[in-house]
């Protein structure tokens, strides 16, 4: 079953309509777990007659659901089988920002697309903005894929481009629902978890969850096709965790010295007591996190920005400016930069010789999955970027003893300037660990820090 919701237009008269929408949001798609008939105890067990593991035995096999009860058994949607699907709807066009709810779907899509049927964007609003493009030029409906931490990004284009009472394109948006209630996530995603039914209500785009299940999911597309052929608007597919079997990319050989958590541990032995560092999303933030637990070090030194993608150098900026006595460095990585790359001419013009900006370039949105950013394409040159902006240098680094030499330069040339460093994608440990000190724990002792001189 799904639900959909459809609202166009914001006025008082509909806000009663937008909590209803996220009541039946909650209502419908908060699914009750089954339960499970247990087959009866055996004799020996229940009499204490067979050793202590025969006991363990029995009571995983009574856990375990009865296969003739195929209700019980949990189903995912294979990537090939969706695509197919969307296929038969007639989507072969995608674009989008790679998402670890989609990933095994979005490494799918890389593997088996042709370059010119699908392009990883810069960020969301811009594949927003390229979809339309696409109908325009052949009439036929693309698929733009995203988390749900991107719907931000996507309002401008959906409410002044592509909504029913604008240009009316019609697009399938599919959406990784971080911080779906009801389940464990980071304090950024269930923020933005709890609201995306609502956001998506308050912008005019009805959708469902996609189910689990291919049959399920077939039937959600036929409904999505109607409401395209129909609104001529956009439509959303909301993607809850594990709905997707796993299909990974074929992995990309190492060519440099370090993985990104070894050039974090070079740089963390670099810097002073007094030095001011903001970190970028994702697996950066995590691990500079770890590195100060592995050697002792407090955490007051370091912004986690844990969400927020792209926008870490905006922050660094703003300190920067505000403490033009202290150095303060953004580390960050080439997926993130380029989202807002912008901002890079910003910085040129407004920063002072303080501003030390570090790039941790791998080529691939890591965190989500490794699908490529156009750093691997072989066109795109941050070199050429950063000093084509403003920024006074650019350092290349690859080795450890050049990212030493390179972090020298970097603290002796004014800034803004920029310090590259290239690393393999990849190799992030499976145990590790999260930030267990709260954003806002994070910020209270990050401004403690900033007040001492």
């Not at 079953?1 to 419908?28: D, E, H, N, W, Y």
């Not at 604008?166 to 629902?177: A, C, K």
Request: aromatic fraction near 6%; proline fraction near 7%; charged fraction near 20%.
């Amino acid at each position: 079953s799904f639900v959909s919701v459809c609202v166009f237009g914001i006025s008082p008269a509909t806000a009663a309509m937008f909590r209803a929408s996220r009541l039946a949001v909650r209502t419908v798609t908060t699914l009750a777990r089954p339960a499970v008939v247990a087959a009866p105890r055996t004799a020996a067990v229940a009499a204490n007659a067979q050793p202590k593991r025969d006991k363990t035995a029995a009571i995983a096999r009574e856990s375990e659901p009865d296969p003739s009860m195929t209700e019980l058994i949990r189903n995912f949607v294979e990537p090939a089988s969706f695509f197919q699907a969307l296929r038969n709807v007639g989507i072969d066009f995608f674009c989008g920002v790679p998402d670890s709810l989609l990933k095994d779907f979005c490494a799918y899509v890389t593997a088996n697309c042709p370059p010119d049927k699908h392009i990883i964007t810069a960020n969301e609003g811009a594949a927003i903005s390229l979809a339309a493009g696409h109908y325009l030029a052949t009439k036929k409906v693309p698929l733009v894929y995203l988390q749900n931490s991107g719907l931000g990004n996507i309002v401008n284009p959906i409410m002044s481009l592509a909504h029913p009472e604008v240009y009316r394109i019609p697009m399938l948006i599919m959406i990784g629902w971080r911080g779906e209630p009801g389940k464990k996530d980071e304090p950024q995603h269930m923020v933005q978890g709890e609201t995306t039914p609502a956001m998506l209500a308050s912008i005019g785009v009805p959708f469902q969850v996609l189910p689990d299940y291919i049959e399920g999911a077939e039937k959600a597309l036929q409904t999505a096709k109607k409401h395209l052929q129909t609104s001529q608007g956009p439509y959303a597919l909301l993607v809850k965790r594990q709905t997707f079997v796993k299909y990974k990319l074929v992995p990309t050989p190492n060519k440099f010295s370090l993985n990104r958590e070894g050039a974090i541990k070079e740089l963390v032995g670099l810097f002073h007591d007094k030095d001011i560092i903001v970190s970028t999303t994702g697996m950066t933030s995590r691990e500079l996190f770890e590195e100060r637990v592995r050697l002792g070090h407090g955490h007051e030194k370091d912004f986690l920005t844990v969400g927020s993608m792209g926008h870490a150098s905006s922050i660094a900026l703003g300190i920067a400016l505000s403490k033009p006595n202290r150095r303060v460095f953004c580390v960050d990585g080439d997926g993130a930069a380029i989202m807002h790359l912008g901002v890079l001419s910003t910085i040129a013009a407004s920063a002072g010789p303080n501003f030390k900006h570090i790039l941790i370039n791998n080529e691939a949105h890591d965190s989500v999955g490794g699908q490529p950013t156009v750093c691997s394409s072989g066109t795109f040159n941050f070199k050429r970027v950063v000093e084509g902006c403003g920024y006074r240098k650019h350092i290349l680094a690859v080795t450890p003893e050049e990212i030493a030499a390179g972090f020298k330069e970097l603290c002796d040339t004014p800034g803004p300037v920029m310090l590259e460093i290239m690393v393999n994608q990849g190799g992030h440990r499976k145990n590790l660990g999260r930030p267990t000190r709260s954003p806002l724990e994070n910020k209270e002792d990050f401004m403690e820090f900033l007040d001492r001189v």
